[in-house]
Nanobody, 124 residues
Framework: QVRLEESGGGLVQAGGSLRLSCAASGRTFRWLNMGWLRQAPGKEREFVAA????????FYADSVKGRFTISRDNAKNTVYLQMNSLKPEDTAVYYCAIYGGTTPPMRPNDYTNWGQGTQVTVSS
């Protein structure tokens, strides 16, 4: 069983940057497709970004394209989310999770092994 733990959240002003990390336990991380999702207050969870097992393919929600970058370091069992030009509407709890198949699903229910999440708050 792979366990995921997010870190790196915090409070930042609009226009600022944060880098989130998701550390995974287990030896199978290098074969796992990973995603970042978020849940804003009063809203449903939504897809943010994903990266395939090798790091060769990345995917982004339209709302973060050009501002966020997902990457991974398989030697460190970690996936990252670099968030630049943050906006107040990016405020949410950010989660990492695992997906199967070649195309990351948009539905959060299709992801597994969710971490506990890390809070990101962007002030205006």
């Amino acid at each position: 069983q792979v366990r995921l733990e997010e870190s790196g959240g915090g409070l930042v002003q609009a226009g600022g940057s944060l880098r989130l990390s998701c550390a995974a336990s287990g030896r199978t991380f290098r074969w796992l497709n990973m995603g970042w999702l978020r849940q804003a207050p009063g809203k449903e969870r939504e897809f943010v970004a994903a990266v395939n097992w090798s790091g060769a393919s990345t995917f982004y929600a339209d709302s973060v394209k050009g501002r966020f970058t997902i990457s991974r370091d398989n030697a460190k069992n970690t996936v990252y989310l670099q968030m630049n030009s943050l906006k107040p509407e990016d405020t949410a709890v950010y989660y990492c999770a695992i997906y199967g198949g070649t195309t990351p699903p948009m539905r959060p229910n299709d992801y597994t092994n969710w971490g506990q999440g890390t809070q990101v708050t962007v002030s205006s």
